[in-house]
């Protein structure tokens, strides 16, 4: 098996106690992105997600690491749509154990190195390449399903209801991160997951921008998918990525729309041939994916369609992947 040292520094997890040191055995990677690494933690319901970064971040991109922003939600006690129970932790790289040949099937390609020991790990059948250091940075979290790998009842997407179920989960997660003056700026299904009692939550804060910047302009040089080709302020840049989310369950290939903003048009074209979606959240959506609308007029506007539904009362059409 392989191991890892870790040091707690804040925790609101009952199983993870501040300044104290624990030895976590891991099993399977189940997920990598630009910023971490993820490992299920053997014999719990927990997670740990390895930051890549090693504390540091790309200023024009995110305005304070993921750490940063994890803890001021353990210091928050009034977060409840996103991933509310965290544990921020420190590597201790020099005591870890990490097999040759294990069953996550690492590699040690520098095993003299007692502060640097680089390795490989496969993921979805691509090797990944990543780096530990002493005190490198971490987070443990509650192991949710993603969003992506349950499977959703098709008759959502011609039910207004739950449309707008989704809708306001996006609005009201957003609002929570507001109250801790940061914005979500990587709102998008793969940040999705879905907990023991089907009820959507949303993590992953590897980009974020600060409230005081809401009004600034800003440009997507990396033609990020759920980021508009023009250019936007940040406050309306909210409402479109909430628009792409709802888009995506219709239309996989959304991400082509960084190459091409036009299919935007075609997206919304065919949106509107679903008779049982009333007129008022078709337009709303092209405001929000077209028009460039800001996050105070669009949740308005989003307020005022709500108001016909009993929200809390609605379940998601979610059941597990036969494949999980």
Known sequence: ?????VLIKKSNISNYTPSTEYTLILSDCIGYGSYGILFKIKDSNFIIKILLDNNEYDEEITDMTEIQVVN????????????????????????????????????????????????????NRKQIKFDLFDNFHSIIMPYFTPLNQMILDTSFIRNELFLC?????????TKELINLDLINFDIKIANAVVDSDFNLRFIDFGIVKKIDKINNNFVNKTKYYIWPLKIRKISQYLPYMIGIFIMEFYYQNIHRIKYNSRLIEIILNTFDTVETISFDIKKLLRKMLVDGQEWNIFVMEFENIKSRYDLDSVKLPLFPSAVL
């Open 165 to 173: 179920k989704i809708i306001n989960l996006l609005v009201e997660s």
């Open 1 to 5: 098996m392989t191991s890892i040292k």
């Open 72 to 123: 001021k939600i353990i210091n928050d006690k009034n977060i409840k749509i996103n991933c509310d129970k965290y544990a921020t932790v420190s590597l201790k790289s020099r005591e870890n154990q990490f097999p040759v040949d294990g069953p996550l099937n690492i590699f040690i390609n520098n095993v003299d190195s007692p502060v640097n020991i680089s390795s490989v790990v496969f993921y």
